[in-house]
C-alpha cells in the first residue's frame, strides 16, 4: 500500500497515527541526523540507541565498525525516554536508519505498523535461537508474517541468591515450589530475610508476577481476553477465571517481606542484597550490574523460578533487552544491514553480554563465563523459555500499580476483577475503533 500523498511529506500510516496520537514533539527529533552522506563523502547512517548503560559499549562498537568500514559514518544518538521518542520520530519521518529497541509490547505495536524492515533474510537471523525469535516475533509482525526484528541481548528474569548464605543453612537450590518455599521458611527460622522486597517502586513486583503468571495461567491467555468483543463472562479465559494460583503464590513470595519494605526502592534493593542481607532476590539478570556497582565482590548465583512441583514444567521467563532493526524506507539498506551483521558477530555480541551480564541469543554464542547466570544459561540454550506476560499487557492498564496494591492489601478478589474490568474497556474500545 503507497501512503504517500499526492504532494507534501509522506503520510503516517492510519495504524501508526493511532500509536503516535498524544505523544510529545521532543527537541531531539529537530536535531537527530538525518540520513544522507556525510561532507567528507562517506555514508551516514542515523544509530537510535535506547540503553543509557550501554553508551560506552556501544561507542566502542561503533568506532570499531567504522574503523574496519571507513566508508560509513554511524552517527549515535543515545535518547531519553526511547518509546516516546521513536514514536516522535515516526510521526515526523525521521524514521533512523538502525535502532536498538526493547523488545517489549511497544515493538510490537510498531512491528505491525510496518514501520521496520523484513529481516528474515538477514544472514545472522539464521543464527538466532528459535525459541526467542518466537517470543519476538510473538509480540506483533507486520502482515504477521515478516521478522522486523533481531534479538541482539536477552535478560533473564529468574531468582538471585546468595551461595554463601545457602552453604551456610544447608539449603539447596529449590527445583519445586514447595522447596523454594521450604527454603524460605529455613532463612527465616534462622533470623535471615529470605528476599529483600522493594515496595517503593511498583514495577519490581512484576518479575515475580510474569514468572508465576506466564508459567499458570494458559499458553493462549492473551489471545482471548484481547480479542474484540472480549467480557469476562462470555471469554474463555479471564484472571477471575485463570488467575487465582498465579497471585495467591504471589502474596505468599510477598508475605516474606522485610520491616520496612514499603519504603524501600530498587536502588535500596540492590544495594542490600548485594551487602548479603537476604538470601534471595527476586530480581533477574538486569539488576546484576546494578548489584556488582553496588558491591563488585556481591556474591550472586541464579535459578529459575519452580513455579509448580513438577521440575519437568519449570521454564525461564526472558525478554529480548535489546532488538536491531532497520527502518522500513532508509535510504541506505545495504549499509544499514552491513551493520547490523556487524553488531550480530560473534566476537561483537560476546564483547557486550559480558560487558552488560546478559544472555546472547544465537546458536553459535560462547558459553558465559559469569557465574551469576550460570544457573539460567542452561535453560536458555535449551529453549526452555517465555517471554514476559506483562508484555502482552496493553500499556493503558496500570498493572504495576495494581500489582504494588494487591502485595500491600492482600485483596485477591478485588485484583483480580479489576484486570478483568481493565481488559474489558480496552475491548470495548477496539470494537469501536473496527466499526468507524
Known sequence: MNYKKASGP????????????????????????????????????????????????????VADFESANPGI??????????????RTLLVKDKTPDVMTLNGNGNFGDLSKACVFADLSDQPSAKRIIPSVQDILNGLGTCHGNETN????????????????????????????????????????????????????????????????????????FFDDVRSAGWTPATG???????????????????????????SAGYNDGNAAFGAGK?????????????????????????????????????????GVDVTLAIGKDTKHPAEARKFVDYLMSPAVLDYYAAAQSSLTPVSDAA??????????????????????????VPPSIPLAPLLQQFVLDGKQPEFLSRMDHEFEKVAARTITKKDQ
Open 367 to 392: 558459553p558465559s563465563t559469569d557465574p551469576a547466570l550460570a544457573g539460567m544459561q542452561g535453560f536458555f540454550n535449551d529453549g526452555r523459555v517465555i517471554g514476559y506476560f506483562d508484555h502482552h
Open 149 to 220: 526484528g533481531l534479538p541482539f541481548a536477552n535478560n533473564a528474569s529468574g531468582v538471585l541468591y546468595n551461595p554463601d548464605i545457602f552453604a551456610k543453612y544447608g539449603v539447596q537450590v529449590p527445583q519445586t515450589w514447595d522447596e523454594f518455599i521450604a527454603a524460605a521458611d529455613t532463612f527465616k527460622a534462622n533470623g535471615v530475610d529470605p528476599f529483600y522486597i522493594t515496595l517503593k517502586d511498583a514495577w519490581t513486583v512484576l518479575p515475580s508476577y510474569v514468572n508465576l503468571a506466564g508459567n499458570l495461567m494458559p499458553a493462549d
Open 236 to 262: 474463555q479465559f479471564s484472571f477471575e477465571k485463570n488467575g487465582s494460583e498465579a497471585a495467591t503464590k504471589l502474596a505468599k513470595l510477598f508475605s516474606y517481606a522485610q520491616p520496612g519494605a514499603e
Open 73 to 86: 559514518d554511524v552517527v549515535i544518538n543515545n535518547v531519553p525516554d526511547p518509546d516516546t521518542a521513536i
Open 10 to 61: 509522506p503520510a503516517v500510516p492510519k495504524t501508526v497515527r493511532r500509536l503516535l496520537s498524544g505523544a510529545a514533539v521532543l527537541a531531539l527529533a529537530a536535531t537527530l541526523a538525518g540520513c544522507g552522506t556525510a561532507g567528507d563523502g562517506r555514508v551516514k547512517l542515523d544509530f537510535f540507541q535506547f540503553k543509557p548503560e550501554a553508551v560506552a559499549q556501544f561507542d566502542k562498537i
Open 278 to 318: 537476604s538470601a534471595m532476590y527476586l530480581q533477574g539478570s538486569f539488576a546484576i550490574p546494578a548489584i556488582r556497582a553496588a558491591n563488585p565482590d556481591a556474591k550472586i548465583k541464579s535459578f529459575p523460578y519452580p513455579t509448580t512441583n513438577d521440575p519437568a514444567k519449570n521454564t525461564l521467563v526472558s
